[in-house]
Structure formats: C-alpha cells, structure tokens
C-alpha cells in the first residue's frame, strides 16, 4: 500500500519581521577606521514571498518493512528589501546598506529530503523486533541575516540510527539509538566578523553524534543513558 501527499504553496508577507543590522553612524563615526558598524535588532522587511512543493508518503507493500519519506522545493527570496546591511566582506565601502531584492532568504534551502525506514520481525512472547533508519538531507543555505559569502552552509545529510524490542502492543519498549550515526560536522550556522579583512567569527555546531539506550512504557521514558552533551532521556527515536 503506498499512501502519498503533496500540495502546492504560495505565501507572499508584507512586514516581515526578522533579525537585522541597523547602521551605527555613532561607533563608525567614533572609530574611525574605514569600517561600517552595525548593531542588531529586530526589524520589518517590506516583502518576502514562498513558493514551493510538498511531499510525503508511506509504503508498506513488503512484510515486515514500513518505509517513510518526505521532500520539499521551496523558493523562499526577498521580493523587496534595499536596506540590508552590507556583509563583512563588504564592511569597508561607503553605503551601509545594499539592495537583495531577488535573494534568497537565509536558512532557506532550496531542497530538503527526509527518508525513513523501520523492518520489525516478531519474537516469542508477544515480542517483536525493530530495526529504524532516518536519513535527513538539505541542499546549501546561507545562514547570516546580511548573505555573507563566508556564511555558506553546504549541502549535507545526517542519518539516525536504532534497534531494539517492545512488546507488540506498544507498551513497552528498550531501544539502542544512534543520532548522527556518521558523525557529519557540518555547523548549524556561521557568522562573519567585520574588519579590514573578513573572517569567521562564531561557528554553531549542528547535531553531535550521541548513542543511548532508551526503555519506555506507555505513559513515559524509565530509563536514558547517552553520551554527548544531551540531557540524560533527550535523545528521539529514529
């Protein structure tokens, strides 16, 4: 049986509220140094408009094997906005403020992708054995308010992992879970610091390759044990 969604979207937003960078005719002034500077805030950009495709489905014409997926396009692009702040790279000319009309919003990509699977065998008992798999990908975004060319997150994809028995009326379960299974490093976001001569400033690390074991009944988690920085009972099921 295969079950597939699908729609498409249109959504155009006058006043979009967002993280800006506000000139600061104050400190540039004060410094001295051929460098604009810029404080952050919390501001409206004129319009931005998205448009894309949706899909998601489920199949499980074979035995034992439940297969799940999910994709998207979306196009998500400054229809008007002619007062962004310039990127570190740029920090030195003399506007403050540069047009990116037609850009693509930041932490936008184009395409996304999720695929998931889970094969689950029975045991004696009323006991029965699962195998889980989650495969997450995206294509590259720009993660910096002001469209850095330092600030490109690359493509990349990360893959969940996790095996282990319940029983067949769901209200028990003890699982061993793997987050981040290849232990993919790409970061979460990037920051560029102005100057003289650009650079990074602040990297934030996507998510952290932990193992943990994980019983559950019906009504709550009895038991987490992971390693990494998550909380004990933090990590999610495949």
Same mark, same amino acid.
């Given at each position: 049986?295969?079950?597939?969604?699908? =729609? +498409?979207?249109?959504?155009?937003?006058?006043?979009?509220?967002?993280? &800006?960078? &506000?000139?600061?005719?104050?400190?540039?002034?004060?410094? @001295?140094?051929?460098?604009?500077?810029?404080?952050?805030?919390?501001? #409206?950009? /004129?319009?931005?408009?998205?448009?894309?495709?949706?899909?998601?489905? $489920?199949? #499980?014409?074979?035995? %034992?094997?439940?297969?799940?997926?999910?994709?998207?396009?979306?196009?998500?692009?400054?229809? =008007?906005?002619?007062?962004?702040?310039?990127?570190?790279?740029?920090?030195?000319? !003399?506007? /403050?403020?540069?047009? &990116?009309?037609?850009? =693509?919003? *930041?932490?936008? /990509?184009?395409?996304?992708? %999720? +695929?998931?699977?889970?094969?689950?065998?029975?045991?004696? %008992?009323?006991?029965?054995?699962?195998?889980?798999? @989650?495969?997450?990908? #995206?294509?590259?975004? %720009?993660?910096?308010?002001?469209?850095?060319?330092?600030?490109?997150? *690359?493509?990349?994809?990360? !893959?969940?992992?996790?095996?282990?028995?319940?029983?067949?009326?769901?209200?028990?379960? $003890?699982?061993?879970? $793997?987050? @981040?299974?290849?232990?993919?490093?790409?970061?979460?976001?990037? !920051?560029?610091? +102005?100057?003289?001569?650009?650079?990074?400033?602040?990297?934030? =690390?996507?998510?952290?390759?932990?193992?943990?074991?994980?019983?559950?009944?019906?009504?709550?988690? +009895?038991?987490?044990? !992971?390693?990494?920085?998550?909380? $004990?009972?933090?990590?999610?099921? /495949?």
């Amino acid at each position: 049986t295969l079950i597939l969604n699908a =729609d +498409l979207y249109l959504t155009t937003i006058k006043d979009y509220q967002q993280a &800006v960078q &506000v000139y600061d005719a104050y400190t540039t002034t004060l410094k @001295n140094d051929g460098t604009l500077y810029y404080t952050s805030a919390t501001g #409206n950009v /004129p319009k931005v408009q998205a448009t894309g495709l949706e899909i998601d489905g $489920v199949y #499980n014409g074979i035995r %034992n094997l439940t297969l799940r997926f999910s994709g998207a396009y979306n196009k998500a692009t400054y229809k =008007d906005f002619k007062y962004a702040a310039q990127p570190a790279e740029a920090g030195n000319v !003399s506007s /403050p403020y540069r047009d &990116v009309s037609g850009r =693509d919003l *930041p932490g936008a /990509p184009r395409y996304t992708l %999720n +695929l998931g699977a889970q094969y689950k065998f029975a045991l004696a %008992n009323s006991r029965e054995l699962h195998v889980d798999w @989650n495969t997450t990908y #995206n294509t590259r975004f %720009n993660s910096d308010t002001s469209l850095s060319n330092y600030a490109w997150i *690359p493509a990349h994809s990360t !893959s969940d992992a996790g095996i282990g028995i319940r029983r067949q009326d769901g209200k028990f379960d $003890v699982s061993l879970i $793997v987050t @981040n299974l290849f232990d993919d490093r790409t970061p979460a976001q990037v !920051s560029a610091r +102005l100057g003289q001569r650009a650079q990074v400033d602040s990297r934030t =690390d996507g998510q952290r390759q932990e193992f943990a074991i994980r019983a559950r009944d019906e009504h709550a988690v +009895l038991l987490g044990e !992971s390693k990494g920085q998550a909380a $004990v009972g933090d990590s999610v099921h /495949p």
